[in-house]
């Protein structure tokens, strides 16, 4: 449905695993079984932030608007709603890091 902008968010995708695993890498961490869970989150968020710009573009060319401004307007306008998930997802982290218990 996204055509070639769906192509280029799913190479972004791959990028963004390889730069993560990359980044473990030269660290030298250990992946357990909560950073593997960890990173298909990331991946999650990563497929729904670009789900909301496309469908803002969507909106914005049936609107009328040029390609460029239906590109800027969409990013713009899904941008807070990113941020407010984002920020959502980072305060449910904290507070599991501060009060997760060990093992059950």
Known sequence: ??????????????????????????????????GIAGIVLTIGMAVDSNVLIYERIREERRAGRSVIQAIDTGFSKALATIVDSNV?????????????????
């Open 1 to 34: 449905a996204y055509g070639f902008l769906g192509f280029l968010a799913n190479i972004a995708l791959a990028v963004h695993v390889a730069m993560i695993v990359g980044l473990l890498s030269l660290l030298g961490a250990t992946l357990t079984l909560p």
């Open 88 to 104: 959502t997802s980072l305060i449910a982290t904290v507070v599991l890091f501060y009060l997760g218990t060990g093992p059950v």
